[in-house]
C-alpha cells in the first residue's frame, strides 16, 4: 500500500514533468550557481530546460520503478531505502520556509501540506527500509556470530 502513491507520483512526473522541472530547477539553482567558473563542472551551473526536464522524468521512473519493486516484493528493504532517497530531495524542494515560498503566498499552503506530506513518505519508507520482518538484521547475525567465534575460541 505505501509503494502505490510512489508509483503514481513517478508515472505522473514522467507523463507531465515540466511543473516538476520547474520547481526542481528553482529548488538547485542556488546550489549549481555555486560550482566555481573554473571547475570540471562548471557546465552544470545553468542547465537548459530540456535537461531539467529529462533528469526529472528519469527521477520519476526510478521512483515509479523503485515503487513497483517494493510493491511485488524484490529487494523490499533495498527499494524502500532507494525511495526514501529519491523522495527526500522533493521534499527539500517543497521547503515551505524558502524564499521562493514567502514570495508566492497563493501556493504556501499547497507546499506545506506537500512537504509534510513527503516527509511523512520519507519517514514510512525509512521504516519499510530498515525492517527486517521479524527475522535479525545483518548487525545481530555478525555480532551472534562474533559472539559465538569467541565462545568457541575461549573453550
Do not use: K, Q
Amino acid at each position: 500500500m505505501l509503494s502505490s502513491w510512489f508509483v503514481l507520483e513517478g508515472i505522473d512526473v514522467v507523463r507531465d514533468p515540466m511543473p516538476h522541472a520547474e520547481l526542481a530547477a528553482a529548488a538547485l539553482t542556488p546550489c549549481l550557481e555555486r560550482i566555481p567558473t573554473t571547475s570540471a563542472l562548471a557546465r552544470l551551473r545553468s542547465p537548459s530546460p530540456r535537461v531539467w526536464v529529462s533528469l526529472t522524468r528519469v527521477h520519476g521512473a526510478a521512483t515509479a520503478g523503485a515503487a513497483l519493486m517494493l510493491a511485488s516484493g524484490r529487494c523490499p528493504r533495498g527499494s524502500a531505502l532507494a525511495l526514501a532517497a529519491l523522495t527526500a530531495p522533493a521534499a527539500i524542494a517543497n521547503l515551505p520556509l524558502s524564499a521562493r515560498a514567502e514570495a508566492d503566498t497563493a501556493s504556501a499552503p499547497e507546499r506545506r501540506r506537500r512537504f509534510v506530506t513527503l516527509v511523512s513518505l520519507v519517514g514510512a519508507a525509512v521504516l519499510a527500509g530498515i525492517d527486517t520482518e521479524g527475522r535479525p538484521g545483518i548487525g545481530w547475525r555478525l555480532a551472534h556470530a562474533r559472539d559465538g567465534r569467541e565462545a568457541r575460541t575461549t573453550r
